[in-house]
T-cell receptor
Framework: DGGITQSPKYLFRKEGQNVTLSCEQN?????MYWYRQDPGQGLRLIYY???????QKGDIAEGYSVSREKKESFPLTVTSAQKNPTAFYLC?????????????????FGDGTRLSIL | GQQLNQSPQSMFIQEGEDVSMNCTSS?????WLWYKQEPGEGPVLLIA?????ELTSNGRLTAQFGITRKDSFLNISASIPSDVGIYFC????????????FGKGITLSVRP
């Protein structure tokens, strides 16, 4: 079945440690996204990528980094610079249609990774 | 910036009741999306709306794209316990990118 796979489901980080969250999709979608979700805050965009080897900062990119070496994969690294990393992280992907990369296509989400601080 | 407003933050209803929730903005959008998120999982797309005035159903769910293009409504009829979750509205941000703007969501609880 086509879909988005996030791993691991639960992740623990020690102080000063970088951790990487995995996101893989087999939907052949061009665009991929990372969101952070905190209680009562909704979804906040961290980074997004519309094409391989290119990505843009979202609204809360500080303390995070990404790479897009393959169309199917968009890993997120939570660096030690992110002082409050405890959250639920969601990866999504979508088709891009229209000119200029504009898309009215829905995003499809993985099941998330819950990151906690030890 | 463009914001989508959903309120109240939480709703409590009795099983069997109908419930209506809306999503409003001061900006015009050409697409409205409704998602549901269950605890510990990612949001799942319920309904997508692409035309002003459009009314679309998905089982007991019905959503409408407001005529002004500044709002959308989601109705759930004859609620059941498995309807519990967070309901988000979303719409594509304007400009040459593929970002979505999300509302903060409404948490729905259904009492048996």
């Amino acid at each position: 079945d086509g879909g988005i796979t996030q791993s691991p489901k639960y992740l623990f980080r020690k102080e000063g440690q970088n951790v990487t969250l995995s996101c893989e999709q087999n939907l052949n979608h061009d665009a991929m996204y990372w969101y952070r979700q905190d209680p009562g805050q909704g979804l906040r965009l961290i980074y997004y990528s519309q094409i391989v080897n290119d990505f843009q900062k979202g609204d809360i990119a500080e303390g995070y980094s990404v790479s897009r070496e393959k169309k199917e994969s968009f890993p997120l690294t939570v660096t030690s610079a992110q002082k409050n990393p405890t959250a639920f992280y969601l990866c999504a992907s979508s088709i891009i249609s229209g000119t200029g990369g504009y898309s009215n296509q829905p995003q499809h989400f993985g099941d998330g990774t819950r990151l906690s601080i030890l | 910036g463009q914001q989508l407003n959903q309120s109240p933050q939480s709703m409590f209803i009795q099983e069997g009741e109908d419930v209506s929730m809306n999503c409003t903005s001061s900006s015009i959008f050409n697409t409205w999306l409704w998602y549901k998120q269950e605890p510990g999982e990612g949001p799942v797309l319920l309904i997508a709306l692409y035309k002003a005035g459009e009314l679309t159903s998905n089982g007991r769910l019905t959503a409408q794209f407001g005529i002004t293009r500044k709002d959308s409504f989601l109705n759930i009829s004859a609620s059941i316990p498995s309807d519990v979750g967070i309901y988000f509205c979303a719409a594509p941000a304007t400009g040459a990118n593929s970002k979505l703007t999300f509302g903060k969501g409404i948490t729905l609880s259904v009492r048996p």
